[in-house]
Each structure stands twice: as structure tokens, then as C-alpha cells.
């Protein structure tokens, strides 16, 4: 395991496995009366938000007070237009409080690396840009793994805007490398260059679902609007929404899995969300076992 | 195998050891009521399961048995390069009030033994913690003395004691060897 | 008054003249006397006379760089016409154009007189202004052209910006013809661009960073073209980055369009993969490219359709690279890698050296109407001597440019100028 979690891409299929494994050991912590284990007693971990986030957060927190840590926030609000300090001072400044974890959210991709590369602290990613969201790739591989067993030879569905989601990247990345077989599905406008992955790649929403084990839908971010992505919320839904219909075209042991937070009716029905099928909360849970497992294997992990 | 280990207990010893030790924790407790043994991972874990089957055979009783693994309650996390692999914790019932056995192959620091009692009591509270180990090899690091002792082998600290079990695929046996 | 010197026995290049032999070169009052080939009889020279030993080295015309940040007026944290100008030096170049992306932007007369006094006053070599085409650069309004090109601009150019708006695109390159100069378009469909930090493809998706296409280089191209076409104003076209744009130019040059074209060095020597790893060095507009449209500016340069290699020189300051990728800001510091990293060309059979060497002196020269870039006799004595079989390290801290912002940090370059001559006086 290196020191850092910048990435899927920079993970080996063996730390993947790892973290998993060890995600289940915490799953089962998170089972008992006192979910808290003193594992990581007396480390400090930092909370960098620089973007708003109240699901990850709370995720990350939760996992690092379970592990023991003692846990320190710093939100730095993005509407600040205020030239202040540069990232490169606010980094060195935290490190110098002498902490051992910063789980960083940046708008801009690369910035985790950049961190990485500056302090000894184990930096990790909880999204940058539109580049990674490591965390929620191995929650999301945990939950498949949980219900199907495995991820070899699935057949995945990745649907909505891929080119500005981070975390469609990253489980593309970890997919991949499980030999999953994965289909991006969306708008022409919203899909990427990403052949190099073996991807396919299906504008036609019912096409591409046919025989999915999994669909996993993204969150359609409101500030694309009106910038020609798509014409509008409603055109959207019609060609790209999951509702129970369209669901029907997956197999019918198909699992639905979305990142959070939904809009409901603007990429998926409240039916297909709340169906049985549906294993979004899980992945809630699941989330907060597998950050606790990414910050134990860091702990250990060696700089590179 | 190397040269240098050498073989202090055979599968028969073992199996002698651990007759003993169950006749003694039914004296000890008068009978099984509110019994109940967990053993530490790995080797613990087997030698907790053999003990519940001999304590069945001479007592007809069916005691609980459960896993412990003490990785995220160790004192020295940070201090090795890799993770120790977290395993299986399986407590099969609830602590709170029994007499809890906890099991170990071998105890040398008392530190394992330490961080197993904060883990357990994280799952209740037991009303009495036992302790019973196959081998102590003394230089002790915590006031912790075992009720239950199959055998003392004073050891230097040069020396290592490795135990096998048939439940990993080897023949039963403990080894002393020197550290290369 | 400089002293005279005799350049012994150098293997002289000029494209200018044709001159391609081993000789010795005659300076006398900071002028060309004479270049003459090793065999002819050596004149009766006065004894004041300073000798250079070129044996073994080359010897070219001062490199003239069209495309140059020297950043003053108002950004001296990142490079001053003095330090801009003795990075020149450095690099071999005895001539600088620098843009007008200045603050305020160089779009008067009055700005222009304040670089040429302060580089006549600081500098190290000549200093070529170019002249905003828009009041601000902000496309809106051509500036005064007359009166700054009087003042001693050369060229026009709105560089770091492009001209969106096509008629004030048209405008330009008709008002222009009254001074013959040219237009120098910096190619870039904005809104196309969107925002992008890297060139769009595989890579950009995979590093999360937002692409900009080769379309929006080439649809400027293009459009500029057509423009170029329709009012037979003079256009250039700055940084040539893509394929599409190297077609476009090919197309318009067989069809008589008057108008002529440069790359620059970390555009035929680099892909986009230098970006890797968030490098913010290597974070430039037109953005480094793939390895196909690198063959093709290459290509470009090979058949004339590129006629001319400039730096983009444009240093920026360490605190300011040492950024987010997407808010670092964009330019390679390339003075003092131009000549080695263009050399490469030569080894690789791309180009000849004369081929080369006429590409950073005498067809700038040309295209700027300045009368530099040639070892003519009468002409001012701009000369560098190049060891060709020294190889150096790129080391950006031992850059005289205040601009550390180098992708080619650590690479091996062969072609070390080791006496630079402007007007002459001697810099070693």
C-alpha cells in the first residue's frame, strides 16, 4: 500500500483487494454496540473541504472518530473570492500542526498529488475536479462485491455525465482493472474520450441497459444546465432518467446504485431509487467501512 | 525446516496439554455454566475450538466459542512498516456477565493478551476474564499471569517459538528456534 | 566605440548569404567588415584587435526570436527587459519582439517608447515591440498602429488573446497594409476553448483537466486565412500547436494567400504527456499537443510551410506556477532552450542546419522588415558561436531568466552558445 490514496489509477489490483478485505473486518465493527476501535489513537487527521460536501464529509468523519482519531476541520467556502493564502501556504500551515492524515476536496483536479508531493502526511483524495473520487470507487466495489461476490465479467453500467464525474472516473479505472465490462451511457456532449479503458459506449439509454448486473446512475449536476449539455431537465429524464421501465431491460438481478445526493425524477424515478434492487443506502454504510479501512492501510503504507 | 529449530512438543504432548487444561477450567468454574472461550487469532482460535470439544466430551456441555482478532487494539500500530491483516472477529454471545476464557498459543509480552481484554470489553462486561495459553515463554511487559499454563519454556530473546496446527494443513507441534 | 575582433576560423552559417564554410569573420565598429573562407589571404589587421578562437565551433547570425514576454511594463516579479533581454543573450538571440500583454498593454505610442528607452537603456540586445492590434487587447478597437508602429513597433499582434470578432479581425489586417506589417494572429476560438487547461483527449479525461480541442486553434486558422484572403493584409500566425492548423496554412500558402506561420520549440520537441503528474510547467496556450501533431508541425517546418521558429518566451513566477493546475498560469520560459531544443531537428534530418538557422534569423528578420538576422557585411556585428558537440543539462535555477517555468527541466540538449555578439560587444 503507498503512503497516499490519490487515486484508483495509482492503486495496484492488490491494494484494491486489500482494502477491501480490510473493509469488511470494519464492516463488521460498525455491527456492534461500541463501533469504536482505538486503532488509530493519538493520529490527527484534517478535513480539507475546499467544496462544500456534507455526505462525504460526514463519511469521513464518522469513519475517522470510529477509528479514534482526533479529528480537525477545515472548510474553506469556495464562494470566498478573497485572494488569500495559497493552497501551497495553507498545506505547509497544516502540516506544520504536525498531522498524520489530510483527506482533501478540491474543485481542482490534482490537487491531492500536488499535496502528496509536499508533505509526509498521508494525503487522501476525496475528490478533485473531475479527475478522482477513490473512496466512493472502493465503497461502490465493496457493495457489488457484497451482492454479486465479485466484479470479474460483470456487466456495469455507468449513466449520466461522465465527463464531468469524478467518480464515474474512478470506477472506471477500478473496474477495469477487475476485468468488469463497462458501458458508459449518456449524452454524446457528456461522454469522454476514454477508449483506452476498453469501455463501450451507448447514447441510447435502453440499448446500453440491456443485460446490465449493474446501473449505476450519476448525479446530473444542476449548473450544467444551460450550457448545451442538454436542452433541458425534462429532455434529459426522457432519454436518460432510469425509471422502472427502463430498469426492466437489465437483468432482473440488476443492481441500481447511485453516488448521492439524487434528483430524483431528473435522472432517476423514485421508484427505481426505492426498489429492492436499489442498493443506495448500502452503499452509505458501506462507505464509511471502506474509509475506515483506506486510513488503517495508510497507516502503514510507506511514502513513494 | 531449519536446522536450528528444534522440537519441544509433539502432537501426542499437545493433545495431553489441552486434556489437562479443560479438566482444570471445569474445576476452576465448577461445570460450564456462563462459559465461554474465545480465542485470539490465529492460533488461539484453534486451540479454543479443541478445548471446547474436549470440555463437551468429558462434560456433555456445548460452550460457546468465538475469534478475537486484536489487530486495531495493538499498542505498536504505526510503528511497523505493514498492517497486520485484520481478521474475522466472531463473538458468538454476549459477554456482559460470563466468565470469559480467553485463549492464546503463546504469551510473551502479555501486550497481545492486553489489547484482547480492551477488545472484549468493548463487547460487554464479561463478569470475570480468564486466560489460557499452550506455551509461556516468561519476559513478561505487563503484571498479566496466565490461569491456565500448558507448558513453561524459559526462553532468551534471541529464541522464537513457533507453534503449528493441523487445522493449517501441518502437523501438530511447537519448535523453538533461534532468530536467524 | 567597441574594440575590433577577428572570429577565427568557425564554421560560419548564414542562410542570408548562403554562406556555409569554415572562415573567420571581421568586426570593426560594432559592424560586419568581412567574412571570408579559411583559405583566403588574411589582411593586414591592427594590433588593437581581439581575437576569438572559433576553431572546432559554430558561428550564426544573432537568433531573432519574433514571439518573446519580456513582461515590463508591469509584471517585473516575473521578468524585466534587462533580465528578459540577457536570457536572450544567453540563448544565443541578439533580437527580441516582445508582446504587448503588458500592463498597461503596450496598445500607445507612448508605451512603446517607454520599452524601446528602457531596453536601449538596460537591455543586452535588440528590442523589436510589438504593438497591440485591439485598444487593451480587448478586441473591441484597433489601437494606433501608425503612430506605434512610428514609435518602432514591427509587428501587430494581440498575443494571450485572440481577435474574436471577425470584423475587427478584418479591420486590422486592411488598416495594416498602409505600414506593411504584419498581423500576428494568436489562434483561439474562446469559446471553443471553454475554460480548457491541456489539449483535449484521452489524456485530459483521464487527468480530470478540461481539454481544449485542436478545433479551437484550427477554425481561427482558418477564419484568419479567409481574412487574409479577402483583404490581402500580412498575416502571421502565431505558435502553430496542431496538424489541422499546419494542413490549413500548407493549403493557403499553395493558393498565393499572403501568409506566413511560426512554431516553437516545446511544440515539435513535446507531447502533452510532459503534463503528467499536474505538471503546471508544462501548462501552455495552444497547449502541448499528441505525438501525430507533433510529426506534423515537424513536417510543417520541414516543408516550409512553418517558416519561422520562435520562442514564446513567457516566464512566470515560481509562487505563481506553484499552483492548482487549473489556476497556474500558462507559458514556458524558453529563451535558453530554443537553440538546443531546435538543434535536435538537425539530428534528427528534419531540417538542415541551414534550413534552421535561417528559421531564427534572416526569415523573422524579413517577415518583421528589420534589418537583422545576416552577417552582411555593414550589418551590425549580431553573432553567437555555438559549440555543437557540448552537451548541457537543462537546469532551470541556472536560468538568467527570472522565469524558472521549464517542462525540460533535467533533459540533455546538445548546442551551447558560448559567445553571444550584439553590435559587438562580446557576452560570454
Known sequence: MPK?????????????????????????????????????????????????????????????KRLSTDVLNFSVPTSSVVKGESLFDTIKTIEAYGVDFIVIRHASSGVPHFIAENVNASVINAGDGTNEHPTQALLDAFSIIEKKGTLEGLNVAIVGDIAHSRVAKSNIYLLSKFNARIRLIGPPTLIPCMEDYGVEVFYDMDEGLRGADIVMMLRIQME??????????QEYFKYWGLDMKRLGLARKDALVMHPGPMNRGIEISSQAADSPQSVILDQVTNGIAVRMAVMYLLTGGEKQ | MPEMAKELLGKKDIERILSRIAHEIIEKNKGTEDLCLIGIQRGGVHIARRLSQKIRAIENA?????????????????MRKEH????????????????????????????????????????GRPAQIQLAVLIDRGHRELPIRPDYTGKNIPTSGVESIEVQFEEDGMEDKVLIQAMG | MS????????????????????GDILIADGKIKETRTQNSKPRAQNSGLETIDAGGMFVFPGLVDMHTHLREPGFEHKETIRTGTLAAVHGG??????????????????????????????????????????????????????LMYEAGCVAFSDDGRPVMSSIIMRRALEYSKRFNVPVISHCEDLPLADGGVMNEGGLSAMLGLKGIPSAAEEVMVARDILLAELTGGRLHIAHVSTQGSVRLIRQAKERGIPVTAETCPHYFSITEDAVKGYNTNAKVNPPLRTQRDVEAVREGLKDGTIDVIATDHAPHHLDEKLLEFDKAPSGISGLETALGLSLNLVGS???????????????????????????????????????????????AKRFVSLGRNTPFEGMSLKGMPVVTIVKGKIHR
Open chain 1, 4 to 64: 497516499d490514496l490519490v487515486g484508483i489509477k495509482e492503486l495496484s489490483k492488490r491494494d484494491i483487494g486489500q482494502v477491501l478485505d480490510t473493509a469488511s473486518s470494519f464492516k463488521d465493527v460498525l455491527r456492534r454496540d461500541i463501533k469504536k476501535v482505538p486503532a488509530l489513537r493519538g493520529k490527527t487527521v484534517v478535513n480539507l473541504f475546499f467544496e462544500p460536501s456534507t455526505r462525504t464529509k460526514t463519511s469521513f468523519e464518522l469513519a475517522e
Open chain 1, 224 to 233: 450544467r444546465q444551460g450550457r448545451s449539455f442538454f436542452p433541458s431537465t
Open chain 2, 62 to 78: 456445548e460452550i460457546p466459542v468465538g475469534s478475537l482478532d486484536i489487530s486495531l487494539y495493538r499498542d505498536d500500530l504505526g
Open chain 2, 84 to 123: 497486520p491483516v485484520v481478521r474475522k472477529t466472531d463473538i458468538p454471545c454476549d459477554v456482559t456477565d460470563k466468565r470469559v476464557v480467553l485463549v492464546d498459543d503463546v504469551i510473551f509480552t502479555g501486550r497481545s493478551i492486553r489489547a484482547a481484554m480492551d477488545a472484549l470489553m468493548d463487547f
Open chain 3, 3 to 22: 574594440k575590433d575582433i577577428l572570429i577565427k576560423d568557425g564554421h560560419i552559417v548564414d542562410p542570408s548569404q548562403d554562406i556555409d564554410y569554415v
Open chain 3, 93 to 146: 538571440f541578439t533580437s527580441v519582439c516582445p508582446m504587448p500583454n503588458t500592463s498597461p498593454v503596450n496598445d500607445n505610442p507612448t508605451v512603446t517608447a517607454f520599452i524601446i528607452k528602457k531596453s536601449l537603456d538596460e537591455g543586452f540586445c535588440h528590442v523589436y515591440p510589438i504593438g497591440a492590434i485591439t485598444k487593451g487587447q480587448r478586441g473591441e478597437e484597433i489601437a494606433e498602429m501608425g
Open chain 3, 349 to 395: 534530418g528534419t531540417l538542415s542546419l541551414k534550413q534552421l538557422i535561417g528559421k531564427m534569423t534572416i526569415v523573422p528578420a524579413r517577415i518583421l522588415n528589420v534589418d537583422r538576422g545576416t552577417l552582411k557585411p555593414g550589418s551590425d556585428a549580431d553573432l553567437v558561436i555555438v559549440d555543437m558537440g557540448k552537451e548541457f543539462r537543462v537546469d
